[in-house]
Structures are given as C-alpha cells and as structure tokens.
C-alpha cells in the first residue's frame, strides 16, 4: 500500500483509516489525540504539521476543514508530498486559490483533485479537451436537511412543496455562501470550466430524502446529464457516499499494475 498520510480524523478520515490500512501517519486536535491513539496506535498520531511531514508520506489526503488546507496545503507540496484535497471550498477564496495552484505548480508535490459525492470527474475533464461550453452543478436536499445549513436563511423551506431552486450563480459566489456543503462543486469546476464559469443551483426538493448531486455538460463531443443520489438517512446522519471511496480508489490506483 501506498505510504499514505491524513488531515483530520472526523468522520471521513475514521472512515478511511478504518477501511485501507496503512496510514503512516494522522494529523488531529489536540483534543482527538488519545482517540486517534486508540484507534490507530500512539506511533501514527500527529498534533503538528512539522510531524506529520517528519513521516514522509508519499501522498496525504485532507478531510479536516477548509482552513486547515489553506494553511497546511502549500508546506505539503512544497515539501515534496502529493496532496488529495477534500475542503475544496477554501479555493472559493481567490487567495487561497491562487496560493494552492501556486504551490502544486511549483511543487515538487502534486495536487490531486478528489471527485468526493459526484463519484467521477473523468468525462467532464475529457469534455475540456474539445469544446466545453457550459457545466452546471446542481445539489438536491430536502428541505429538512437545507435547514440544516445557511439555507434556512435564504429560503422559506417550510413552504417549498416541489422541486424548487433557491440560489444560482457561479460556483464560487454559491461555495463562499456554504463553505460546509458545496466541497464536490469546487472539484467539478476544477475539472472543467473553472470557479468563476462553472454554474451552480442549489435544490429544495421534498421529494428526496437524500443528497442528489446533478451534472449537465455541453461539449463539442457530446451532451451529458449525470444524476448520483445518495443512501437515505437523517437530515443530520452520515451518508457515507462516494466521498470516502474516491479517495480510496485514489489510493489504490497508485500501487495497482491495472489502472482503471
């Protein structure tokens, strides 16, 4: 296996080192220190950057929070160490765009852009190759789970009996509004038309009980509609949607003989 480090132990990096093995090392809270020692061993667990690059992963995977790439991810790459990125929303932020493609372009560190929720990136990254015209990124929740987010300020969720769009615009101007949910529309501009030209519609439908992801692409080879739901669960439950697994295959993929 691939000598891999985490940025974070919430959810999705329990998740991670739980399913792949591996890890050599974790960078946490001090709070979550003699849990993640629990979990993985004394030996694998980092309070500090500094420690976590001492271990020289090849490859580190960030699930921590936006902030935390903003000031962890260029002394990553600048330190030789390939970055999966997963708080993408911090790129939302023009600075910090600008200081993360900075680093990746400088390196000797690669920057790898995770799919996350939407599953795959391979088709709208082939569409940029000829004639991408126009990329849309849709989220669908129902309205109990927008509640749940800068949503409820914006829109009467109570009262949205159907499928309705309650916030467009570009996928920067709708990430900077929920730095917290809209992670996979930064990936899905990243892979085609940017931040500023990719489109984003945020959904209020009460006729899903889960998170629904929508991708439309216009492009010289062909149109495209993809459609992803996720597991049903609690408004404040844990999907485990495509997410983890992205990554995993990520990981996987750099020690395969078989690419795929």
């Known amino acids: 296996m691939t000598a891999y480090g985490i940025v974070g132990f919430g959810r999705i990096g329990r ?15 001090p709070a979550q220190e003699a849990d993640a020692a629990a979990a993985l061993g004394a030996d694998k667990v980092c309070t500090d950057l500094a420690g976590l690059i001492a271990r020289r992963p090849s490859v580190v995977v ?11 991810g260029p002394a990553l790459l600048g330190a030789g160490i ?3 990125p997963l708080s993408l ?28 929720a939407i599953g795959t990136l391979d088709l709208l990254a082939t569409a940029r190759e000829d004639g991408l015209r126009r990329v849309v990124y849709r989220q669908l929740k129902s309205p109990s789970m927008w509640a749940l987010t800068p949503a409820a300020a914006l829109a009467d969720l109570g009262a949205v009996d159907g499928r309705h769009v309650f916030l467009r615009g570009s996928v920067r101007e709708v990430a900077r509004r929920f730095p917290d949910n809209l992670n996979t529309s930064v990936g899905v501009a990243l892979a085609g038309l940017g931040l500023d030209e990719t489109e984003a519609e945020l959904v209020s439908d ?11 692409i216009e492009a010289a080879p062909g149109n495209a509609v993809l459609r992803l739901g996720g597991r049903t669960v609690a408004p404040d439950g844990d999907p485990v949607d495509y997410t983890t697994f992205s990554l995993m295959r990520i990981l996987r993929r750099r020690q395969g003989s078989v690419m795929i």
């Open 206 to 216: 009460p006729a899903i009980s889960e998170t629904a992801h929508e991708l439309e």
């Open 82 to 84: 390939d970055l999966v």
């Open 62 to 72: 960030e699930c921590a929070s936006a902030a935390v790439l903003a000031q962890a």
């Open 89 to 116: 929303t911090a790129l939302a932020d023009p600075a910090v765009e600008k200081r993360l493609l900075a680093a990746a372009a400088t390196g000797p560190g690669r920057l790898e852009i995770a799919p996350g």
């Open 15 to 29: 998740r991670l080192a739980a399913r792949l093995p591996g890890a050599v090392a974790v960078l946490v809270r």
